[in-house]
């Protein structure tokens, strides 16, 4: 019954997106009325797609086993979070619980621009409603987790056993989506531009926002994951350019690359074909990044095809890339300003080079994602590219990135002289050999790790300069207020910069200064890691309804004192035959200490420990919290507060004259910013 | 400042940019990928890419011959053979195995061959699949069958 219900339910959704980009595509140019219709198909999309998913959450908690997916994924014994959770568990759910995100943002799109570009939006409702389209396909036909099932089995065996491991399962799926699939309205919006050959101002500030919303997501999503594997794979890291970790950095290269270049359009009047590219290469590579890892195409290039998803999606991406290709050939003449650049010592060109490391970043990590396919669709041979390739090529140009971090919004627009080149460019240093001789006095030794301590140290010091840059101005109160105001898109913008530093300096010294041993302890056995003494006291079990766990303690000392008392732990799913250990991590600002069962036998006699010290890891969350915080700083609107000032300032310029920028660190208005 | 100054001075800019790019890319050609990829061998096909196994990087799929596991507890030094039915290798490695290791279980070994002819691991995943069944007399092992079921080959997979 339920299943019926859902099936219809997508069905219906289905015939509202194709209706609405029909729709969208044809009289909605032309009359007011067709618009408003679109839209309104646009949000009864959402509310269908929301429907369904709701119905197969209450399918989930209720038990149900008459519908494909909750036999699939459901048991009676998995606690109440993470039946929720099973949403979004598996292949089926997962697409269904995408069309639901899909539905939020073209709804919520549709909402937002409700009122403003009217030549614009029938092409970004059409093309946001064609992906709808494409999805509730998916969902209706090859993805469906609506199937009945005749004779309905008593349990289910409940998600794989590595998901339901940790909390993090809760956000991070859904935070990775988010982005995933917000990029849709960017792209939609970039096809729009084209259609019309304008990318206006009012259009670009829509561009840029679409951007950074999914842009925010993307960022968390991708660090969540990282945290996830370092919380619950217990092999100590956070990120190995595993296959599916790529797929999803890739379109936040491009996103990142893109919400720059579309600064220097809406400075310079230059760039929109090149970032209408950009938008769309990013939403490409989300599909991609989707085809990869759903498709189970990395588990064989043979054998995808065994399930109809994968060549639905690659279908998809196929068209979705002639598209792009025939959109670009045909309007981009349109969108080249007449503006140009008129020094390559200014800040645009810096933005110019960012792009082109970002874009060398994507095709890096492109060609090492995709290499092993080709070679074994080619050749079948089975390899892979180790992480040596990613590192040796990516850690460069990551380096390179951070420093234009720094050298960027050190220098001012338009035409500079050399002296003020310098006089903007050799302060920062000072930072930079700062954070070097930190580095160099705790014991950093590694190249690399020197000279990505040099450059986060200069970005650090540029970055923080210019977020206080309005408090050296007028009274001090004043200056507050227009910082969280009017400059508040520029702040946050040095924020998110503040943060991205932190976590590359994080990632930098957490991936060089690593100290780790392996050892078998039986009860009162002790083992040596770096300054510390581990001392297994024995272990306990602990029962819940769906696993058991076997709990060993280890107690840490330093110079004979206690300092934590660890509690790693192995947990035997009764759906699973084997173990599925959980890491015990002890994080301070310095280090965290990080250990992992290896094996326990039945009594706890004998423990086979796996322990580790990474330096910094904290850094890389509270990186992402500040990254998180600026991103909200810059995506909110400058509200009411913002306006009155604005206007005082016009009013009575001699009372609060902006003096002219020294270093060139211009601060005109709520233009300025760096995101 | 005249037009076609700075108009020259862009076309500089944009040949050093294009420069960096080439350079780049040749750094990708020349180095990158070739270098630096990961086999996914059995123990025949070790065997019979003969030298070329020295050196590079394997992914040895095989299964743990019965009697051949060494273990030192105080060192951590283990030693155990796997074989693919016909072929069999010496593996060594450092580390603590892993709950499930045990003789004739599906394991993944990363590492290269070595000159005196073992192969010298530094990572050791068990393979968890849960049909696994061990192979009848003289059978050979599907040792990419295995790799794909692997624990820890990309732990990733099922999350994302």
């Known amino acids: 019954m339920i299943a019926l219900l859902g099936r219809w339910l997508v069905l219906a959704a289905l015939a509202a997106a194709a209706s609405g980009a029909v729709l969208g595509f044809t009289a909605a140019r032309k009359s007011a009325g067709a618009l408003q219709w679109t839209r309104r198909l646009a949000y009864v999309f959402a509310l269908l797609m929301a429907g369904a998913n709701v119905l197969m959450e209450y399918a989930l908690l209720t038990h149900d086993f008459s519908v494909s997916y909750v036999a699939q994924v459901g048991s009676r014994a998995s606690p109440t979070w993470v039946t929720i959770v099973s949403l979004w568990s598996s292949l089926e759910g997962s697409i269904l619980f995408w069309g639901f995100i899909l539905g939020l943002y073209v709804a919520g799109a549709a909402f937002w621009m409700r009122k403003k570009h009217v030549e614009a939006q029938p092409w970004i409702l059409g093309v946001m409603l064609a992906c709808g389209v494409f999805f509730a396909f998916l969902i209706a036909g090859p993805a469906n987790p609506f199937h009945t099932i005749a004779n309905p089995p008593m349990d289910g065996p409940g998600p794989n056993a590595l998901l339901q491991n940790h909390i993090l399962m809760v956000v991070h799926p859904p935070t990775l989506y988010l982005g995933y699939v917000g990029m849709t309205v960017p792209f939609a919006v970039a096809a729009a531009a084209l259609f019309t050959g304008r990318l206006g101002a009012d259009l670009l500030k829509t561009l840029r926002l679409s951007l950074l919303v999914p842009w925010t997501f993307l960022s968390i999503g991708i660090v969540l994951g990282g945290w996830w594997a370092y919380e619950v794979l217990g092999w100590g890291g956070y990120w190995a350019w595993d296959p599916v970790e790529n797929a999803s950095l890739l379109p936040w290269l491009t996103a990142t690359a893109a919400i720059h270049s579309a600064m220097v359009v809406e400075r310079r009047k230059i760039l929109s074909g090149w970032t209408t590219t950009l938008v769309l290469a990013t939403f490409l590579l989300t599909i991609l990044g989707t085809f990869m890892t759903r498709s189970g195409v990395f588990n064989s290039v043979h054998s995808f095809t065994q399930s109809d998803i994968g060549p639905t999606f690659l279908v998809f991406l196929g068209m979705g890339l002639l598209f792009s290709v025939f959109l670009l050939a045909a309007r981009i003449g349109l969108l080249e300003g007449k503006g140009r650049i008129e020094d390559p010592k200014s800040r645009e060109s810096t933005f110019l080079l960012n792009n082109l490391f970002f874009v060398m970043l994507t095709f890096t990590v492109l060609l090492g994602t995709v290499f092993p396919l080709i070679v074994e669709a080619a050749q079948n041979r089975q390899i892979s590219v180790g992480e040596p390739y990613f590192n040796r090529m990516a850690v460069p140009l990551g380096v390179a990135v951070l420093f234009l971090m720094g050298v960027g919004p050190a220098l001012p627009w338009g035409k500079v002289s050399w002296k003020k080149l310098w006089s903007a460019l050799l302060p920062p240093a000072a930072g930079g050999v700062l954070a070097l001789s930190i580095g160099v006095a705790l014991g950093g030794r590694a190249p690399w790790l020197l000279v990505t301590l040099f450059c986060g140290g200069y970005t650090l010091w540029v970055t923080v300069d210019a977020m206080i840059l309005p408090l050296r101005r007028g009274k001090l109160a004043q200056s507050l207020a227009v910082m969280f105001t009017v400059g508040r898109r520029r702040l946050g913008g040095y924020v998110i910069h503040l943060g991205v530093a932190a976590i590359l300096i994080a990632v930098a010294v957490s991936s060089t200064g690593k100290v780790t041993t392996e050892a078998t302890l039986r009860r009162g056995g002790t083992a040596a890691l770096g300054p510390y003494t581990l001392v297994y006291q024995g272990s306990s079990t602990a029962t819940d309804p769906h696993r058991t766990a076997t709990i060993a303690h280890v107690d840490v000392l330093k110079d004979g004192r206690q300092v934590a008392s660890l509690s790693p732990r192995m947990n035997h799913y009764f759906t699973m035959r084997e173990p599925v250990g959980t890491p015990a991590v002890h994080s301070t600002l310095k280090e965290d200490l990080y250990l992992s069962v290896m094996s326990l036998d039945q009594g706890g006699e004998v423990l086979g420990l796996r322990a580790f010290i990474n330096p910094m890891v904290i850094w890389i969350w509270i990186g992402t919290a500040i990254l998180s915080l600026g991103a909200l700083l810059s995506i909110l609107p400058p509200g009411k507060l913002a306006g009155r000032i604005a206007l005082s300032r016009r009013r009575a310029p001699a009372s609060a004259p902006p003096p002219a920028p020294e270093a060139g660190l211009a601060l005109s208005s709520s233009e300025e910013g760096t995101a | ?160």
Not at chain 2, 43 to 62: D, F, P
Not at chain 2, 118 to 125: A, D, P, T, V
Request: hydrophobic share 40%; no cysteine.
């Open chain 2, 1 to 160: 400042m005249s037009a076609s100054r700075s108009a020259k001075k862009m076309k500089w800019f944009a040949v050093a940019a294009l420069a960096i790019a080439g350079g780049a890319f040749a750094f990708i050609a020349l180095g990158g990928l070739g270098e630096n990829l990961v086999y996914y061998w059995d123990a025949s096909e070790m065997k019979s890419a003969g030298n070329k196994a020295v050196g590079a990087t394997i992914r040895l799929g095989g299964q743990v011959v019965p009697g051949s596991i060494q273990f030192d507890e105080g060192t951590s030094n283990l030693a155990f053979e796997v074989t693919d039915g016909k072929e069999k290798v010496a593996v060594r490695s450092v580390g603590v195995p892993p709950q499930m290791f045990r003789e004739n279980i599906g394991v993944i070994v990363e590492g290269t061959l070595t000159k005196a002819g073992h192969f010298e691991s530094h990572r050791l995943m068990v393979s968890h699949g849960n049909e696994y069944q061990a192979p009848h007399e003289g059978e050979k092992v599907d040792t990419h069958e295995l790799m794909k079921t692997a624990d820890g080959v990309s732990p990733d997979e099922v999350a994302r």
